[in-house]
């Protein structure tokens, strides 16, 4: 009796240990599928944002969302052949794309042609955005006064309709320090044009030069076939966008006599490491149309505005800088009488973007600067319904950026890091 008792005993004891040890399997199973469904559900997300597509002599051509994202090497000529092959098709279709609105829009001057302006212009270009032009040239098949009419229509249309009616609603929001949740800077930026421009939205590409000279890495949000533009990045964190200045008055034009902005953008990105360098870019330069930039650092943000003859900057205070369509420096002494209008609708947009920024003070990241430039101006924001044609947010310390175009993308993440080479 006592044996079988004994045997017995043990064979429950066995038993609840058989037991516990299977409530042990099911409970680590269990965890481990919890911390694999986080990880199935965070990792679709960033492979869907980059998805490798092709690659041509060192070159790869990605997709993010909508978007195309280039990574480019090499000298100039080679990033311009690379360019060149891998989106031919969405450089032809960019082209057709221009000269299609273009002439269903009425953006003609009567003295000379979109393609005589765009060679004008383009014979001004250092030679190192030349040799970029002729290898993409090369690959794409695309006559060389065809990569130039890409990379001037925006230019024409500044000569062609001259004043702010239609092209002063841009607005650029940074924040840092005590506004930002973790005190790390977040840029916002609206790029707002006349709305015909949206059908351009598809043909959005971020592009990404590693030179192989001493240049540093740069991005650039444009279109195809274009090799500068109006924001740029790099990669030791400096972001650079420029808004329309005209609204203050300066009438000084000289398309075809200065080097275009949209290359000198580019230009002072891959040559300057340093805020400092920036800088001196900047305040040296003398733009062929009115403008005024706006530049981040991890460290903070500044704003230049910059007429045709003078450049005034003003920094960030307390953590904060809005930069819209009016010059705010005091000693400008422009007469800005004709533009009242775009001026009043440029402080609109300035003090909704400052409401915005304290009414989310301490709280401001990535996430919440998106939803503030998503603001329309009508509701206290600085995003006008029919003229907004794409936006970014942009973070400098993680070299990351999120794009969004009108009609076409909600915010899309591409991550720079990995793309710049140095």
Not at 23 to 28: A, D, T
Not at 151 to 175: A, K, M, Q
Request: proline letters at 4%.
């Amino acid at each position: 009796m006592k044996t079988y008792l004994q045997t017995n005993n043990l064979s429950k004891r066995f038993a609840r240990m058989r037991v516990a040890l299977l409530s042990i399997i099911i409970v680590c199973f269990s965890i481990s599928f919890v911390f694999a469904g986080d990880i199935v559900k965070e990792s679709p997300s960033s492979q869907k944002s980059m998805q490798l597509l092709s690659s041509f002599e060192g070159g790869k051509l990605y997709s993010a969302g909508i978007f195309s994202v280039l990574e480019l090497s090499g000298t100039y000529r080679q990033m311009g052949r690379q360019y060149g092959h891998l989106m031919s098709v969405k450089i032809k279709e960019m082209y057709n794309e221009v000269a299609n609105q273009y002439a269903k829009n009425g953006v003609i001057c009567s003295d000379i042609s979109l393609e005589g302006f765009s060679m004008q212009l383009f014979r001004l270009y250092p030679r190192r955005f030349q040799d970029l032009a002729q290898g993409m040239s090369e690959t794409s098949t695309m006559d060389i006064n065809k990569i130039a009419v890409l990379n001037e229509f925006f230019d024409y249309f500044l000569r062609c309709r001259p004043g702010s009616g239609d092209t002063g609603h841009c607005s650029e929001i940074s924040v840092w320090s005590g506004y930002s949740k973790d005190g790390k800077l977040v840029m916002g930026r609206n790029f707002d044009f006349p709305s015909f421009y949206r059908a351009f939205n598809k043909h959005i590409v971020i592009v990404v030069y590693n030179p192989s000279d001493a240049s540093n890495s740069a991005a650039v949000i444009t279109y195809p076939g274009q090799i500068g533009s109006i924001q740029v990045f790099n990669s030791r964190g400096l972001v650079l966008e420029n808004n329309n200045g005209v609204a203050s008055g300066d009438s000084g034009r000289y398309f075809g006599k200065r080097i275009p902005f949209m290359i000198k953008d580019l230009g002072a990105m891959l040559d300057s490491s340093t805020v400092e360098g920036l800088d001196a870019a900047l305040v040296t330069s003398r733009m062929h149309y009115p403008l005024i930039y706006n530049i981040a650092y991890p460290g903070g943000a500044f704003n230049y505005e910059m007429t045709t003859y003078d450049v005034k900057r003003r920094q960030g205070q307390d953590g904060l800088l809005i930069g819209t369509n009016h010059f705010i420096s005091p000693g400008w002494g422009l007469p800005a009488s004709e533009y009242l209008e775009a001026i009043k609708d440029s402080k609109e947009r300035y003090d909704n973007l400052k409401n915005l920024a304290e009414r989310n003070k301490g709280k401001i990241d990535a996430s919440i600067m998106m939803d503030m430039m998503d603001v329309p101006q009508d509701k206290g924001g600085a995003t006008p319904q029919d003229k907004n044609i794409y936006q970014f947010v942009a973070v400098p310390t993680d070299l990351k950026i999120w794009v969004k175009a009108m009609t076409c993308s909600d915010w899309t993440e591409v991550n720079l890091k990995p793309l710049f080479h140095k």
